[in-house]
C-alpha cells in the first residue's frame, strides 16, 4: 500500500528566538553541517518512503534553498520525490482565507492527498530530531486496521505538560488524548508522527473537522472518540528542539563520549546539502578537547566541549567553552565565547567576551525560557571589541557597533 509523507515545516518558532528571525525552524542548522529537517527527509528516504510534500508558511525562502529540487536525499524524481507547498488564499470549498494551523495546513493541501492517490497519510514535524524507520509503524497500523495511528513514547511526569499526552488500553487503542495537560496519569507522549487514513482524513477535514485547525487539539482527539486510533511505542532518542533549552541540549548530547544520537551510523545516514570545503584545520598553538567540528573550521585558540559549523575561526588566543556556533562566524583574538549560541556569519570582536560572570539573570523578554546560562547571539551580528556580555542575553540579527552600549550588557538583556 502507498504512502504520501507530509512534513509540516511552517513553524515560525517563537521560542528559538532569534534563530527564527529569517527562518523557520525546521530550517534551523543543527549539529554543525545539518538542518533540522533533514532528519525528517532522511527518516523517509531510509524508510523508503519516496514521494514526501514539505508544507511550508513561516519565513520559507531558507528551507527552500536548502531542500531545492531534493537531490541529496534522493527525492529529485519525476515519481514522487519531494515537492515544497505554500501557503495560499483560498475562498472555496469551505477554507478560510489563510491557513491557520496543522490541520489547516493539510486540509488547504488535500488535493495533493487526493492526486497521490496514497492509501496512507504519513504525518511529520519539521522540527524533531530522532531516527525512525516509518515501515513497522505502517505495517502496525495496517495489521491494526486503524483509521489513524500515533507515535508515541514514554516521558518522565514533570514533561507531561509540554505534549499531547495518551491514555490507551492494553490493545494499544487510544482512549484519550489530552493536549498538553496541566496534570495526567498518562506517560505517553505523541511525538507529532501520525498515520493517517487518506479517505478518513479527507472525509473529515472537509466535513464534521471542517472547523479543525490544529491536530493535537482537534482533529486527533476527534478521531480518538470517533474511529480507531491506536498508539505505536517507539523507543529510540527524540528530541523537540522548538525551545532554546532543548535545541542547546540536543546539540551538546552529540559530544558524548556515546552519544544518544549516533549522526555517524553508516546504516541510516542523515542527508544534507553538503558544501564544499576544505578539512578542519587546527593550528600548531591551538587546544581542542572533546568537540565537533565541521569542514572548513579553522581552529587556532582553544576549543572545549563545543558545535562548530562549516568555516568557523577561532583566532589565535580566543577561547570557545561549551557553545554552538554556525557557518563563517569568526571569534577574533583574545576573545571569549561560554555557553552560547552564535549564528551564522557572527563577528565577535577583538578581547570581547560572550557569556560572563556567574550572575544568571533570566532574560527579561523570555524568563521562562532562558534562564539556564544560554546567551543567544543573530545572525550576522557584530559585537565591537573589548565588549563584555552577560549570561541569558539575546543579541538580535544585524546588530552593529552603534547599537550597543559602552563596555557591557548585562545578564538577562535583550537588544534587537
Same mark, same amino acid.
Given at each position: 500500500?502507498? !504512502?504520501?509523507?507530509?512534513? &509540516?515545516?511552517?513553524?515560525?518558532?517563537?521560542? @528559538?528566538?532569534?534563530?527564527?528571525?529569517?527562518?523557520?525552524?525546521?530550517?534551523?542548522?543543527?549539529?554543525?553541517?545539518?538542518?533540522?529537517?533533514?532528519?525528517?527527509? %532522511?527518516?523517509?528516504?531510509? %524508510?523508503?518512503?519516496?514521494?514526501?510534500?514539505?508544507?511550508?508558511?513561516?519565513?520559507?525562502?531558507?528551507?527552500?534553498?536548502?531542500?531545492?529540487?531534493?537531490?541529496?536525499?534522493?527525492?529529485?524524481?519525476?515519481?514522487?520525490?519531494?515537492?515544497? &507547498?505554500?501557503?495560499?488564499?483560498?475562498? !472555496?470549498?469551505?477554507?478560510?482565507?489563510?491557513?491557520?494551523?496543522?490541520?489547516?495546513?493539510?486540509?488547504?493541501?488535500?488535493?495533493?492527498?487526493?492526486?497521490?492517490?496514497?492509501?496512507?497519510?504519513?504525518?511529520?514535524?519539521?522540527?524533531?530530531?530522532?531516527?525512525?524507520?516509518?515501515?513497522?509503524?505502517?505495517?502496525?497500523?495496517?495489521?491494526?486496521?486503524?483509521?489513524?495511528?500515533?507515535?508515541?513514547?514514554?516521558?518522565?511526569?514533570? #514533561?507531561?505538560?509540554?505534549?499531547?499526552?495518551?491514555?490507551?488500553?492494553?490493545?494499544?487503542?487510544?482512549?484519550?488524548?489530552?493536549?498538553?495537560?496541566?496534570?495526567?496519569?498518562?506517560?505517553?507522549?505523541?511525538?507529532?508522527?501520525?498515520?493517517?487514513?487518506?479517505?478518513?482524513?479527507?472525509?473529515?477535514?472537509?466535513? !464534521?473537522?471542517?472547523?479543525?485547525?490544529?491536530?493535537?487539539?482537534?482533529?486527533?482527539?476527534?478521531?480518538?472518540?470517533?474511529?480507531?486510533?491506536?498508539?505505536?511505542?517507539?523507543?529510540?532518542?527524540?528530541?523537540?528542539?522548538?525551545?532554546?533549552?532543548?535545541?542547546?541540549?540536543?546539540?551538546?548530547?552529540?559530544?558524548?563520549?556515546?552519544?544518544?544520537?549516533? &549522526?555517524?551510523?553508516?546504516?541510516?545516514?542523515?542527508?544534507?546539502?553538503?558544501?564544499?570545503?576544505?578539512?578542519?584545520?587546527?593550528?600548531?598553538?591551538? #587546544?581542542?578537547?572533546?568537540? @565537533?567540528?565541521?569542514?572548513?573550521? @579553522?581552529?587556532?585558540?582553544?576549543?572545549?566541549?563545543?558545535?562548530?559549523?562549516?568555516?568557523?575561526?577561532?583566532?589565535?588566543?580566543?577561547?570557545?567553552?561549551?557553545?554552538?556556533?554556525?557557518?563563517?562566524?569568526?571569534?577574533?583574538?583574545?576573545?571569549?565565547?561560554?555557553?552560547?549560541?552564535?549564528?551564522?556569519?557572527?563577528?565577535?570582536?577583538?578581547?570581547?567576551?560572550?557569556?560572563?560572570?556567574?550572575?544568571?539573570?533570566?532574560?527579561? %523578554?523570555?524568563?521562562?525560557?532562558?534562564?539556564?546560562?544560554?546567551?543567544?547571539?543573530?545572525?550576522?551580528?557584530?559585537?565591537?571589541?573589548?565588549?563584555?556580555?552577560?549570561?541569558?542575553?539575546?543579541?538580535?540579527?544585524?546588530?552593529?557597533?552603534?547599537?550597543?552600549?559602552?563596555?557591557?550588557?548585562?545578564?538577562?538583556?535583550?537588544?534587537?
Amino acid at each position: 500500500m502507498s !504512502t504520501l509523507a507530509l512534513i &509540516l515545516a511552517g513553524g515560525a518558532g517563537p521560542d @528559538l528566538h532569534v534563530l527564527t528571525a529569517n527562518r523557520s525552524d525546521a530550517a534551523v542548522p543543527f549539529g554543525g553541517k545539518y538542518r533540522v529537517i533533514d532528519f525528517a527527509l %532522511s527518516n523517509c528516504v531510509n %524508510s523508503n518512503i519516496f514521494n514526501v510534500s514539505v508544507l511550508t508558511q513561516y519565513m520559507p525562502r531558507s528551507l527552500n534553498e536548502h531542500i531545492r529540487a531534493g537531490k541529496p536525499w534522493d527525492l529529485d524524481r519525476d515519481d514522487g520525490g519531494v515537492r515544497l &507547498l505554500h501557503p495560499y488564499q483560498a475562498t !472555496t470549498d469551505g477554507l478560510g482565507t489563510w491557513e491557520q494551523g496543522s490541520s489547516d495546513a493539510i486540509r488547504f493541501n488535500l488535493d495533493v492527498v487526493r492526486e497521490s492517490r496514497a492509501e496512507h497519510i504519513l504525518v511529520l514535524a519539521g522540527n524533531h530530531i530522532y531516527k525512525m524507520n516509518y515501515q513497522p509503524m505502517v505495517e502496525f497500523h495496517q495489521a491494526r486496521r486503524a483509521d489513524v495511528t500515533v507515535g508515541v513514547l514514554a516521558v518522565p511526569a514533570h #514533561q507531561t505538560q509540554r505534549f499531547g499526552m495518551v491514555t490507551a488500553d492494553a490493545d494499544g487503542r487510544i482512549t484519550r488524548f489530552e493536549e498538553k495537560p496541566r496534570r495526567t496519569r498518562s506517560i505517553l507522549a505523541s511525538m507529532g508522527i501520525y498515520i493517517f487514513n487518506a479517505e478518513a482524513l479527507n472525509d473529515v477535514l472537509l466535513g !464534521t473537522g471542517q472547523s479543525h485547525r490544529q491536530l493535537g487539539r482537534e482533529t486527533v482527539p476527534w478521531f480518538v472518540k470517533h474511529k480507531r486510533v491506536f498508539a505505536y511505542e517507539f523507543e529510540g532518542y527524540w528530541a523537540n528542539v522548538s525551545t532554546i533549552p532543548a535545541y542547546y541540549a540536543a546539540n551538546m548530547g552529540l559530544l558524548a563520549d556515546i552519544p544518544a544520537l549516533d &549522526l555517524s551510523d553508516p546504516r541510516w545516514v542523515i542527508h544534507t546539502q553538503s558544501e564544499q570545503r576544505p578539512p578542519v584545520l587546527v593550528g600548531a598553538e591551538a #587546544q581542542v578537547n572533546g568537540n @565537533l567540528l565541521c569542514d572548513g573550521a @579553522l581552529i587556532e585558540g582553544k576549543v572545549v566541549r563545543s558545535v562548530l559549523g562549516p568555516g568557523v575561526y577561532v583566532a589565535p588566543g580566543a577561547e570557545v567553552h561549551d557553545s554552538i556556533i554556525m557557518n563563517d562566524t569568526v571569534v577574533g583574538p583574545g576573545a571569549v565565547v561560554d555557553r552560547a549560541i552564535l549564528d551564522k556569519h557572527v563577528t565577535i570582536g577583538e578581547g570581547a567576551v560572550v557569556g560572563h560572570g556567574s550572575d544568571n539573570t533570566p532574560n527579561s %523578554s523570555s524568563p521562562g525560557i532562558l534562564n539556564t546560562g544560554i546567551t543567544v547571539v543573530g545572525k550576522r551580528a557584530s559585537i565591537p571589541a573589548g565588549m563584555v556580555v552577560g549570561r541569558n542575553v539575546i543579541l538580535g540579527p544585524h546588530a552593529r557597533a552603534e547599537d550597543f552600549p559602552a563596555g557591557q550588557i548585562a545578564s538577562g538583556t535583550t537588544l534587537r
